[in-house]
């Protein structure tokens, strides 16, 4: 049966903490979790956002600049702080930034300026290192979950993610290998999920035509079946997975 929402520091309560979670994937995985009854945790460089469903939010929202590593070391502390000494049940870094040329188009590795490529590896892969390193303690006093959002583009080359996007999201399952081995010891299970083309309001023109070519079951995805596998690799009923990457898809990747 799942907690109650009987008040926000019950220690019963599991607890996650959401990177980008002001909207997408990264909104619908903190509705899924709240509605089992999780105490949930959001971060973003956004103030929290008015159409989450719950009071609570308001003040276990936690501001950050995910390029910027003192913002990420100060947002860790403001976290463990709200923790009071609960453990941390399961961390997601689901944030992540893909910028485009100036018409919309991909950027590829070429042409991609490197303050650009930096910023893009610091917020999609060293920033969810970052946040590992830092929560380690109450994740494996919780003996939790980290489940890192990659992409279909993280192994292959997409029309529309840029490169420096792809290679981030390779350098972060890569990530979540290493960290699933360095934490065997620990209790702390690490995986990933990589996400296909999923119905949100970023969509690039031009996903209905590979939706069409590429994915058998001829549909996206909606950002609540990615928060559903998310929720279970956080959940006990994945206890014995670890180290793993679970497509998002409907088929692309066949």
Known sequence: MAPTHSSPQDPIKPVVAVTGASRGIGHAIVQKFYRQGWDVITLARTPFSEVCPWAEGMVQHIMVDLSDEASIRKACAALKEQLAGRGLSALVNNAGISPKQEDGRRMGAIHTPIETFLQVQHVNLVAPLILCQEL???????????????????????????????????????????????????????NAISPGEIKTAIL?????????????????????????????LASDQASYINGSEIPINGGQDV
């Open 136 to 190: 380690i303690d109450p994740l494996q006093e919780a003996r939790g979950s980290v489940v890192n959002v990659s992409s279909i583009a993280s192994d292959k080359v997409h029309p529309f993610a840029g490169a420096a996007y792809a290679i981030s999201k390779a350098g972060l399952s890569a990530l979540t290998r290493e960290l699933a081995f360095e934490y065997r010891e620990t209790g702390v299970r690490v």
């Open 204 to 232: 690039s023109p031009g996903t209905e035509r590979i939706v069409e070519a590429q994915v058998p079951m001829r549909r996206m995805g909606d950002p609540m079946e990615v928060a559903d596998v998310v929720y279970f």
